[in-house]
């Protein structure tokens, strides 16, 4: 094989950037990827815009027997996916197509129970399954690709680039009940918890749910006199990488008020608290910069959601910082690698 | 695990049955879905419809390094999926999402030249990259997701079910050249061949593509006063299989005249020429049953496409039979199995 760095060594990061060049300029920017109207339709007929998430969710990376039943498999795939739909300012999915691949001696009711819990999550939140592919493989995975539309008149796209200085950061809610749940899981040491707030955290961990719900109440509580702009994207990757993310994308930095971490209130007692609320990932919120009217309102209308921070133009520090004056905000340890 | 029958013991066509029971009724009988305009756009505006196929490729299951380089492996990939755009109508493909897998010491050399592949069989034949997902795996694998249109005005779906006794069967070329490829790569026992012909055979197998040209021409040969109906898919499992597919997908028995199979002229010395013309696939053409007048005009328009037989309504001895009374056709083995 020719020199040069193997995919561990580059990162995902510098890989999602470097696999960016093969495509449109602006088209690897998002949740998802928005279908521009001129590659849908040439001919610019109708109000409809697409858009295309595909994720894949591999054994032993993103999920594990002793983790996940099938069913919570295949549930939390399809959420997932509809997860950076909703991220995009989309109401609801079309629906989703399946690529699986799995070894020839897995038993085909795994196979049922995966397909059971997807489809048990589109027929609660929206979508069908429309097709999709099966190979066999060494390794348990399902490649999902879900379409969601975007309908002009009923608020435009979130993007993640969209933010201004001067924007309140808000999130749809609580963050740090999915790490719980996986610490539970996986027997990590923890003060002794109620079997309710156990089986809290193992739900908010194996069975995550797509916010169209939000943004239905973002288009709800925009105030007539401001114009669609909103920058958002879902936490599946942690709190501290959305708010980042938003800030990168946008040339701005993300103020985070210390005060106003939306911690989840099962994680009071814990020592990590803090660190999971940030960095845990895979609660599966939105995470939005928009005007602070519009920001007023939709906490307003939207039980759970809060104001967390604001956005401001770039600061020395970093693109993600404590309000206080008390610095950058960094993960506590690596962090996640797909490919270490 | 619950008792039951492994994926192995399914094999892939009950396996692809089973998972068709949790998607809408008919949705999996295709090459490709179609995304019914009422899922797409409920508010029934515009006169497009679009088609969704997925496609996953898995290495030591669909290609190896001994038979293909990275580059051929992404271009192989997207063609094999825009196949099946063609398969379904389509004249072109919108792009595709990729969702990459692949271990940590996989060299960024490799992913990059898949890409270079992938984005040059896209720049020859049509649509962009939009997006995707990767991930560390134990095996390298590409999960592609392609969109196509089909415009309204502009011929009507092709579905494996549309075929009618009396129709004619036409495919749009040679068959059995891309298994001569494989049979040279992979050091078969093979007759002395000319350079030349081994370089046709290597390229037919590396570097399939997709027949949108077929489609156009399919479009332009309709007569006029002809209603669109024409049943299809592509041939990318052997000639035999998708004339058998189309049989059973239209309730009918595809009977094939033995002198008028299309043998790839460079397979005319090997004893395996037949087999390897109807079973050896991956050759990517159209086989397609239309009204005969029509099919005679494809015939004269398109190069290359000729008639192979015809349909006509189920005979006893199965789907696909000889014309000449010679009974059915049937594989010369087991076949490819993709959960062995």
């Known amino acids: 094989m020719p020199e040069g760095p193997t995919l561990a060594e580059l990162g995902e990061t510098e890989l999602i950037r470097r696999l960016g060049a093969f495509a449109p300029r602006g088209q690897f920017g998002d949740d998802a990827a928005l279908l521009a109207q001129d590659l849908l339709d040439p001919a610019g007929r109708g109000g409809l815009q697409l858009v295309v998430n595909t994720d894949v969710i591999v054994e032993d990376v993103h999920f594990s027997a002793a983790t996940m039943g099938a069913t919570d498999v295949g549930w939390r795939a399809a959420a997932a996916n509809l997860s950076d739909l909703a991220a995009m300012g989309c109401r609801d999915a079309v629906g989703l197509t399946v690529g699986l691949v799995a070894p020839g001696d897995t038993p085909w009711a795994w196979v049922e129970e995966a397909y059971a819990g997807l489809t048990q999550l589109l027929a609660a939140h929206g979508g069908v399954l429309l ?17 969601g539309r ?22 749809t809610g609580a963050h740090g009940l999915s ?19 156990q089986a809290r955290a193992i739900g908010a961990h194996r069975r995550p749910v797509p916010r169209f719900d939000a943004v239905e109440a973002l288009g709800a509580s925009r105030p007539e006199e401001i114009p669609w702009r909103v920058a958002g994207c879902d936490s599946s990757d942690g709190l501290a990488a959305a708010a980042s993310c938003l800030a990168l994308a946008s040339g701005c930095t993300a103020l985070i008020e210390r005060n106003a971490l939306p911690l989840a209130p099962e994680l009071e007692a814990l020592a990590a608290a803090e ?24 906490v307003e209308q939207l039980p759970g959601t809060r104001c967390i921070g604001h956005m401001e133009s770039p600061q020395p520090e970093g693109p993600l910082i404590w309000s206080d004056g008390g610095g950058a905000i960094t993960p506590p340890s690596a962090g996640f690698q797909h490919f270490s």
Do not use: K, M
């Open 131 to 147: 097709g999709g592919d099966c190979s066999g493989g060494r390794q348990r995975l399902l490649a999902i690709t879900a379409i």
């Open 150 to 171: 975007l309908e002009r008149g009923h608020g435009g796209p979130i993007r993640r680039g969209d933010a201004q200085p001067g924007d309140q950061l808000v999130c």
């Open 275 to 298: 660190d999971w609320c940030l960095w845990g990932g895979e609660d599966f919120e939105l995470v939005l910069a928009l005007e602070p009217t519009w920001a007023a309102a939709l």
């Open 179 to 197: 790490r719980l749940g996986l610490a539970v899981l996986r027997d990590e040491a923890l003060p002794a918890l109620a079997p309710a707030v």
